[in-house]
């Protein structure tokens, strides 16, 4: 009997847990923001969201036999050729969406800040292969290992209420910090998996799929325009992220999912931009399809467009399309 009692208040415990994270939503309390922190002014621009909307609305014209709508897509696109002076445009840019292995770019972020602030101490080899795997690779198991480091947590057998809710704040310490900068509705808390989470991970995600990870494409736009324009951490540590995130998109890959081929670098092959430099982060799963991307063009454009699909996972003309008439058309 007793055991019966205790079993229920634990499991009474983890259920409120849930409902008080779940009522919070986006606001996660925030950390304090790092010193120095300047976020990009970014305003909407008519001009790039007529284009936007024409890109998008041309896209789905192009995939009307599919049956793909408006609600299984999402674009930002944010110009950077006056540094000063950024402008953006969005559709259902704020819409949550699970992100896949996007996220993988905010952990990055996050580990440089950790490093900046002293809070990781040793940037050691191995932290160093982690990193490049996790964004170069796509590697889950280098995410594994780097949101360990973030949250000084770990996977493993599932936990007591009491010693749950002190795992579960430590896990969202990277919520706390894009808090503390400004980021709305946006979950990363979680890590990737090449097939499921058990134990203690499936417990934080209430054993129902719930606090998955979740972005918008304003977020993710946002956070890549200020690693290409230098705001993000330090000058210096954002160039050290620009070079895990460049991409060389020459030649052919077998590999459908190839971030540097098998995305919005379809569109400057097509458009035979050989001179044009790319830098991305892609995700896929079976029922997702993204890609966050900054490009250069030797007309001097640089913009960074991100865009996320749902549910046509296997239509891999999706991103380029957009970004092929964005290509085309921004002046």
């Avoid at 002014?41 to 995939?63: C, M, R, W, Y």
């Avoid at 800040?113 to 280098?142: C, H, T, Y």
Wanted: with cysteine.
């Amino acid at each position: 009997m007793k055991k019966s009692v205790s079993v229920f208040f634990a499991l009474l415990a983890i259920s409120l847990l849930f409902a008080e994270v779940e009522a919070q939503g986006s606001k996660i309390p925030k950390a304090d923001s790092p010193k120095n922190y300047k976020p990009a002014a970014i305003e909407s621009s008519p001009a790039l969201q007529t284009l936007l909307n024409h890109a998008v609305g041309e896209t789905l014209d192009k995939f009307t036999a599919k049956k793909i709508t408006s609600d299984n897509i999402a674009a930002t696109l944010i110009d950077l050729r006056d540094p000063n002076n950024l402008k953006m445009a969005s559709y259902r840019g704020d819409q949550k969406i699970y992100p896949a292995s996007v996220v993988k770019l905010f952990y990055l972020a996050a580990l440089h800040q950790w490093l900046e602030d002293g809070k990781v101490k040793l940037f050691s080899p191995e932290l160093a292969r982690g990193a490049r795997d996790m964004i170069v690779d796509s590697s889950n198991e280098a995410t594994q290992y780097v949101l360990d480091v973030l949250t000084e947590t770990s996977s493993g057998g599932e936990m007591s209420a009491k010693e749950f809710a002190a795992w579960s704040y430590k896990r969202n310490a990277v919520n706390r910090y894009f808090a503390s900068l400004g980021y709305e509705h946006i979950n990363v808390n979680q890590k990737t998996h090449c097939e499921d989470a058990y134990g203690r991970e499936q417990q934080f995600r209430n054993y129902k799929g719930e606090n998955r990870n979740m972005l918008t494409t304003d977020a993710t736009a946002r956070l890549l325009a200020e690693i290409a324009s230098g705001r993000a951490v330090s000058p210096e540590r954002s160039r050290q992220m620009m070079e895990l995130l460049k991409r060389n998109f020459s030649g052919t890959s077998k590999d459908a999912d190839d971030q540097a081929h098998g995305f919005t670098a379809i569109a400057l092959n097509e458009l035979n931009l050989k001179d044009a430099k790319l830098w991305s982060k892609a995700g896929w799963t079976s029922k997702t399809r993204h890609d966050a991307a900054y490009i250069e063009t030797p007309g001097n454009l640089k913009f960074v467009l991100v865009v996320f699909t749902e549910n046509f996972a296997g239509e891999r003309d999706i991103i380029p399309s957009i970004a092929s008439r964005i290509l085309k058309n921004l002046k």
